[in-house]
């Protein structure tokens, strides 16, 4: 909740590089006060790109936080738009700025929510590791369930600065940041095994953290 009262919401919309901008642009329109583009590549394994040597999909993250009264219309118009609604399209998402989960230590369980909140389809998965763990952090979650992610070089925001990421963290310039939207009723396993498999809870392995996903638009499973 802001200063006025009114509810906020992080809204978040992956697409191919050079539409970031019009995302912006769009958000802008409808009353968001701005936003923050970031470079990142998806991790979907797909076997033609491979055997036509496209490792590297590249995509550009679009985050912002917006009032909630502003959250329709923005979907409203990045469907019409860009048709994120559509397949290959893109992906959009949204999560309640109240809802942070960190993860500290021992096993992660899935939250059991109070009668009356309203259903988690979906929640986003973050993991920062150094940037060797990448492969390791994929494998770990497609094994569990994942699939597929996003993936934000920490390199990408700035070679010589820490770059300010959500909610404050700090991302030091050699660390990947790893977004995954899961099922809700997957999250636990996924999680888990990025843990068992990073020994997270060991100093400097990583962090993880699970956020409540409030709407989705783009993901395969709706359509």
Same mark, same amino acid.
């Given at each position: 909740?802001?200063?006025?009262?009114?509810?906020?919401?992080?809204?978040?919309?992956?697409?191919?590089?050079?539409?970031?901008?019009?995302?912006?642009?769009?958000?802008?329109?409808?009353?968001?006060?701005?936003?923050?583009?970031?470079?990142?590549?998806?991790?979907?394994?797909? +076997?033609?790109? $491979?055997? !036509? /040597? *496209?490792?590297?999909?590249?995509?550009? %993250?679009?985050? @912002?936080?917006?009032?909630?009264? #502003?959250?329709?219309?923005?979907?409203? +118009?990045?469907? $019409?738009? !860009? /048709? *994120?609604?559509?397949?290959?399209?893109? %992906?959009?998402? @949204?999560?309640?700025?109240?809802? #942070?989960?960190?993860?500290?230590?021992? +096993?992660?369980?899935?939250?059991?929510?109070?009668?009356?909140?309203?259903?988690?389809?979906?929640?986003?998965?973050?993991?920062?590791?150094?940037?060797?763990?990448?492969?390791?952090?994929?494998?770990?979650?497609?094994?569990?369930?994942?699939?597929?992610?996003?993936?934000?070089?920490?390199?990408?925001?700035?070679?010589?600065?820490?770059?300010?990421?959500?909610?404050?963290?700090?991302?030091?310039?050699?660390?990947?940041?790893?977004?995954?939207?899961?099922?809700?009723?997957?999250?636990?396993?996924?999680?888990?095994?990025?843990?068992?498999?990073?020994?997270?809870?060991?100093?400097?392995?990583?962090?993880?953290?699970?956020?409540?996903?409030?709407?989705?638009?783009?993901?395969?499973?709706?359509?």
């Amino acid at each position: 909740m802001n200063s006025t009262g009114k509810n906020l919401v992080l809204f978040c919309c992956i697409v191919d590089c050079g539409k970031g901008s019009k995302v912006l642009k769009i958000a802008k329109k409808i009353g968001a006060v701005g936003g923050i583009v970031f470079i990142g590549k998806g991790t979907v394994r797909n +076997e033609l790109l $491979k055997f !036509l /040597g *496209i490792l590297d999909v590249r995509r550009e %993250i679009f985050i @912002s936080v917006i009032e909630e009264d #502003l959250e329709d219309a923005l979907y409203d +118009e990045i469907n $019409k738009k !860009l /048709g *994120i609604n559509k397949p290959k399209h893109g %992906i959009a998402f @949204s999560i309640p700025i109240k809802t #942070l989960v960190k993860i500290h230590e021992g +096993e992660y369980k899935s939250q059991n929510r109070e009668k009356g909140v309203a259903k988690v389809n979906y929640e986003a998965i973050f993991v920062i590791v150094d940037k060797g763990s990448l492969d390791t952090v994929i494998d770990a979650a497609e094994a569990a369930g994942s699939t597929g992610g996003t993936v934000i070089h920490g390199r990408g925001l700035g070679d010589h600065e820490k770059a300010k990421l959500l909610f404050n963290i700090e991302i030091e310039p050699e660390k990947d940041i790893v977004l995954i939207l899961s099922k809700a009723d997957k999250t636990e396993n996924i999680v888990n095994a990025i843990k068992e498999r990073l020994n997270i809870d060991s100093p400097g392995a990583g962090i993880i953290f699970v956020l409540d996903v409030k709407r989705t638009e783009g993901l395969y499973e709706d359509n």
